[in-house]
DNA sequence: ATCTGTGAACCGGTTCACAGCC
DNA sequence: GGCTGTGAACCGGTTCACAGAT
């Protein structure tokens, strides 16, 4: 194991590893090799290794990888083992799917609060919880602290939102709005923009591009 | 202007481009320069150059890019000068939530059917469109030339659906379940999966990775 | 015999730096 | 003077191929 920067497709890997490892544990499978991952989740076998030696390998030769112990590590890895408290800006449809998202609390993503500015809005029960007023947001990061803010709003009000969190312990943001958002130094931002996979797809078939992907 | 491999994420940058002019154009912007693309989407100059360089070049030297002409051009590129017809499979929160998305409508990619096979939710008003009962599916494709099926359900039911949906037209499966799906040649399969940003967004805060985005 | 771990080779995308044009 | 277009240099990630462990 050395000392060299890591890639951030591993650590996206690593990630996807994970889930597939998760279902080998439900299944009862209790060793596995790297061709048997690289063939769950679409990747290789010479890349699941190298992705494990970045940090120090976890298997043994002849045989594989422990299922449990593996899982185990990478969830260490990606710092999946303390609970990450979110708040979610902005109950339109997608903030609302978000919210009911099972994907992110079973891997230790606690939605705390919703917020809306609307009023049709604020007030109705999603799941467990009621959504809030914006208004009343920074109190709730005052009292609450909170890590991670996901934000499901249109494009034009998501800079005012980051602006008026500043300070208040948000460490990272996960912004589905397609612009480009500010944040002081220090605070992760990551934006997913859900139109280019479609577009990035229009395009292959458009040029007959065809992508292997396993 | 010469014929080499383009990278995806060209692709996926000019789908990112293209979103950032129509903002130029509403407001009225009729030239701009590889530097302000580059600031309103989270790129450098030279790499925004250097994506459309790829494509011939659309600037003028001394001047930047006619903001409708380039727009016009990428959006060609992308393949989205045509109607793209898709089906949504799975309708839970997130099936619904892209159902509603207007990111999709906006961009060419008209969701022309919804299905589910819970009794519940067979018969549901989403928008303007009504759930199908997944029974009439194969039918629904024989009647409609459906390019694209975007895949909302549970891991363990995704394969069967592409299984059913074998030689029915569709060219593109939008996969947001956490499973490698397996089409025939020739089908693009891209995953989104939603847990994956967190997770990295958790390894970098575990490990404080500051990421520039700009 | 089998499967991991890893340096080395390879490949492809990004950045640099400057020539070319407005 | 300013901004594009682009070969070249650079950088980083992926793949190869084999040594090492069980």
Do not use: C
């Amino acid at each position: 194991m050395k000392k060299v920067k890591i890639p951030e497709a591993t650590i996206a890997r690593l990630s996807v590893y994970s889930r597939f490892l998760n279902r080998m544990e439900k299944n009862g499978v209790d060793t596995v090799s790297s061709g048997e991952i690289a063939k769950g989740t679409a990747s290789n076998s010479a890349q699941v290794r190298k992705d494990f030696a970045y940090f120090g390998g976890f298997g043994k030769r002849g045989v594989g990888y422990d299922v449990i112990d593996l899982n185990r590590n990478i969830k260490e890895i990606l710092g999946l083992n303390k609970e990450w408290r979110a708040i979610i800006v902005g109950m339109g449809n997608l903030g609302k799917a978000l919210a009911y998202y099972h994907g992110f609390s079973t891997r230790g993503f606690k939605i705390m609060g919703l917020f809306d500015n609307d009023p049709q809005k604020i007030g109705e029960k999603i799941d467990t919880l009621t959504v809030q007023d914006d208004q009343v947001m920074e109190k709730f990061l005052d009292n609450n602290e909170i890590d991670i803010m996901i934000l499901t709003l249109p494009a034009e009000y998501t800079q005012a939102v980051v602006d008026r969190v500043e300070g208040k312990g948000i460490k990272g943001i996960l912004n589905f709005a397609p612009t480009v958002i500010h944040a002081s130094e220090g605070t992760q931002i990551r934006n997913v923009d859900l139109a280019v996979h479609l577009e990035v797809m229009s395009y292959n078939l458009t040029h007959s591009i065809n992508k292997e992907q396993e």
